[in-house]
């Protein structure tokens, strides 16, 4: 594993992601939305994780830069870096299979919406977020700098905290009590060990 290797992995791991997803926001698309969380704060929030999971590690893996803030290379970590990347595209793949046009980039409910609950979704609520979390682990992993390896999970990570509450307003409003039980019997991002060996 060289330094070159490791940016070639996040390289892969972004192309990757976007070939998953093209297919799958092309079908959303298609499918009008009938109410809509979006708003200003949502649109900070996207831009925050875009900057952290996106444009920082594309400026270092393009250009180098920051230089001041380069660290050096562990292949030990890199290699850890490559099974976590692998991992978050499987994972993400399975989300977008399960999820099919409910998907939405922001908080939207579609016309004709359902609730999934099944496929990866029967152990945690948020297995697209759990892919972007391990994206963004990949990336400090993979990446010996001081700004743009960590920029995944401080960019992200404030798209997740301030975004995941709001989510799950909009989806208890619109599924009730199917919702509340969903949450009962499910983790947010990591699978509740217990309900996942003894479902009932
Ligand atoms: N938070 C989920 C989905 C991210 S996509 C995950 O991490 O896997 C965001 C959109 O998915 C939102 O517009 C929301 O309405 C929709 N959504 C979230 N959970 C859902 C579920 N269990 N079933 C159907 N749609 C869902």
């Not at 393009?62 to 890199?78: C, D, E, I, V």
């Not at 579609?110 to 945690?124: C, F």
Request: net charge positive; charged share 20%.
């Amino acid at each position: 594993m060289t330094p070159a290797i490791a940016k070639a992995i996040y390289v892969i791991l972004a192309i990757g992601w976007y070939v998953i997803r093209i297919p799958h926001e092309r079908r959303a698309r298609r499918t009008p939305v009938s109410r809509s969380a979006r708003g200003i704060r949502e649109r900070v929030l996207l831009s925050i994780s875009l900057t952290g999971l996106g444009i920082l590690p594309f400026a270092y893996v393009a250009f180098g830069f920051p230089r001041f803030a380069k660290y050096t290379f562990q292949p030990s970590l890199a290699w850890a870096g490559a099974v976590v990347a692998a991992a978050a595209l499987l994972l993400f793949y399975l989300t977008h299979r399960a999820l099919g046009r409910n998907w939405s980039v922001s908080l939207d409910l579609r016309e004709s919406h359902k609730l999934v609950t099944s496929g990866i979704y029967t152990y945690v609520r948020h297995p697209m977020y759990s892919a972007f979390w391990l994206w963004a682990i990949a990336q400090a992993l993979l990446l010996p700098n001081w700004i743009a390896g960590p920029a995944g999970l401080i960019g992200f990570g404030t798209l997740y905290f301030f975004r995941v509450g709001e989510e799950e307003k909009l989806m208890s409003e619109a599924f009730g009590d199917q919702y509340r039980d969903y949450i009962d019997r499910t983790g947010r991002v990591i699978p509740r060990v217990g309900k996942v060996l003894s479902p009932r």
